[in-house]
């Protein structure tokens, strides 16, 4: 199994720029597709950036595109998320998920692993 450990949130204001690590510590991390998922207070776990296992393709939230980026780094266990042109309306805990399965997937029970998340905040 892999544990990932998400690390890069903050304040921030609108329009600026942040960059979310998650590292994950156990089984082979190149063997994982893996996630980005958000939480709003009083909202549900919504999806927005996943990856496949050597970086050939990936996926992103509507709300998200051409703002965000997902990139990975295999050799150091890491993915990232590149968050330009930040609103207001991305303010949430950010979580990092594993999915044990070659192909990317937008659905949370598709996940296997999941970080603890972090905090971003985005002020008007």
């Known amino acids: 199994q892999v544990q990932p450990v998400e690390s890069g949130g903050g304040l921030v204001q609108a329009g600026g720029s942040l960059r979310l690590s998650c590292a994950a510590s156990?089984?082979?991390?190149?063997?994982?597709?893996m996630g980005w998922f958000r939480q709003a207070p009083g909202k549900e776990r919504e999806f927005v950036a996943a990856?496949?296992?050597?970086?050939?393709?990936?996926y992103y939230a509507d709300s998200v595109k051409g703002r965000f980026t997902i990139s990975r780094d295999n050799a150091k266990n890491t993915v990232y998320l590149q968050m330009n042109s930040l609103k207001p309306e991305d303010t949430a805990v950010y979580y990092c998920a594993a999915r044990n399965f070659k192909v990317v997937a937008s659905i949370e029970a598709n996940y296997d692993y999941w970080g603890q998340g972090t905090q971003v905040t985005v002020s008007s």
């Open positions: 990856i496949t296992r050597s970086s050939g393709s990936t």
């Open positions: 156990g089984r082979p991390f190149s063997t994982y597709t």
